[in-house]
DNA sequence: ACAAAAGTGTTGAGAGTACACCCATGC
DNA sequence: GCATGGGTGTACTCTCAACACTTTTGT
């Protein structure tokens, strides 16, 4: 929705800054690392793409306004989800004083073919390592959510939440190396995943694709993500 | 022009939130981490505790809103200090909403001392371990970063910051104990100390105190505080 | 000389890293 | 039977963790 102001509008006469909730929605497509951007129609940065996001509600609590963005672009609920860092430098957003807190999102895009005409037409996957110019300072947001991404896959497993309900350790090493950019030892790989103990067989196997069918993991929800690393002391 | 507005919008009503900048300032002081902490006035939760803290000016950024709330509590300018986490259920302040940014900066208590009457007289050093109730949230909030802070002493070595500009090799591991909660090694602790990097030696020495005495260090300003731990991955 | 705190090395265990071949399936 | 990707084990290295005695000073 908008509204018309005036030409002689002031940002400044309002003491309050506007607080809006911008999500970074990471999901692993076509064995690349997309993220989920919206058109903007409305100035500024008309034809910018830019991340979902919203105004934070009165009533509503940060992490609903979160979950409330991400649900109108995607139709999806329950994802997860965390906090990433508050934005709020004054000029960023050149219409007025906005503060924004960044969350960032890992969603299989399995969910989203699931169910297609939830997605909002406004939204497109765009591959995080060929981004365009987005709008205010979003592509600053992106990266910095990349890096979170990057660090998270290092010292715990949330991986496997950018993946379909069942996938191959090939297809979990895969997405791994694309968005560490590095390659990775098949057999340590697999033995440190393993040991982590989050993923349990299905006991089926992958049946289309050439060679060995490839044994199908998935996701223990009853795991904890978090690996322990070496700590600095004993 | 046109603006954007949030769906909701209401132009009889403020709609929009506060937004306010809180900081958790730990000091090392008589061998315990004490956090700063100010007495608040005005209802509601007159004559408890709070954290420093202040409205985010419209023209200010999240990180100079923190640098002057600290400042104003203690007269010092650039110390330690990053953004923590962002606080904003709709309940925390029954007043009307508030949203908050909150910040944890980590202080050598020498550059107190050594201007005891910039600090505020409102302004007192409370026992991080044995906390009064705190209004609004605080002390959820001050609990936060005494994790963030333990976590960071694991893999980085911020600990000199609580510290006087010169110290002891076991004073340093005194305030790594009683922060961390445990007994470390001296050996294997001060090896991994000094195989940081962070350190240099003053050349001189501990002259008052029994025993022996010990050398003086200094934080190297050139160094970077970040200890590489073991990746997850090669 | 003794009390008090500073300072210093070594060894065993466990995790990390590098590396190459056999296996199951479809065509 | 061969092409394709799946799956597996082992030896070396390095960091971590545990542990006790000597050194320097003041009294």
Redesign the interface.
């Known amino acids: 929705?908008?509204?018309?102001?005036?030409?002689n509008?002031d940002?400044?006469q309002?003491?309050?800054?506007?607080?809006t909730v911008d999500v970074v929605i990471f999901s692993f497509i076509d064995n690349n690392l997309k993220v989920l951007l919206v058109e903007r129609d409305?100035?500024p940065y008309a034809e910018k793409l830019a991340l979902p996001g919203?105004?934070?509600?009165?009533?509503?609590?940060?992490d609903e306004a979160a979950a409330r963005a991400l649900a109108d672009e995607t139709g999806l609920k329950d994802v997860y989800s965390e906090?990433l860092?508050?934005f709020?430098?004054?000029d960023r957003d050149p219409?007025?004083?906005v503060?924004t807190?960044a969350y960032f999102a890992l969603i299989p895009y399995s969910l989203i073919q699931q169910y297609p005409d939830k997605q909002s037409p406004k939204a497109q996957w765009i591959s995080m390592f060929n981004l365009p110019d987005l709008a205010f300072d979003h592509g600053e947001i992106a990266h910095y959510a990349l890096t979170r991404l990057r660090y998270k896959?290092?010292?715990s497993?949330v991986g496997f939440q950018l993946l379909p309900d069942v996938f191959t350790l090939t297809e979990l090493q895969r997405a791994?190396e694309i968005i560490?950019v590095e390659t990775?030892?098949k057999r340590?790989?697999r033995r440190?995943i393993l040991a982590a103990k989050v993923l349990k067989e299905t006991g089926e196997k992958k049946k289309d694709g050439e060679g060995r069918p490839a044994k199908l993991y998935q996701y223990r929800d009853d795991a904890i993500a978090e690996?322990k690393?070496?700590?600095?002391?004993?």
Chains 1, 2 share one sequence.
Request: without cysteine.
């Open positions: 929705m908008t509204i018309e102001v005036p030409e509008y940002p400044s309002f003491d309050r800054p506007s607080v409305e100035a919203s105004f934070v509600r009165i009533n509503e609590s940060l906090q860092y508050t709020g430098t004054p219409r007025t004083r503060i807190i896959l290092e010292y497993s791994y560490l990775l030892d340590n790989f440190k690996i690393t070496r700590r600095l002391f004993p």
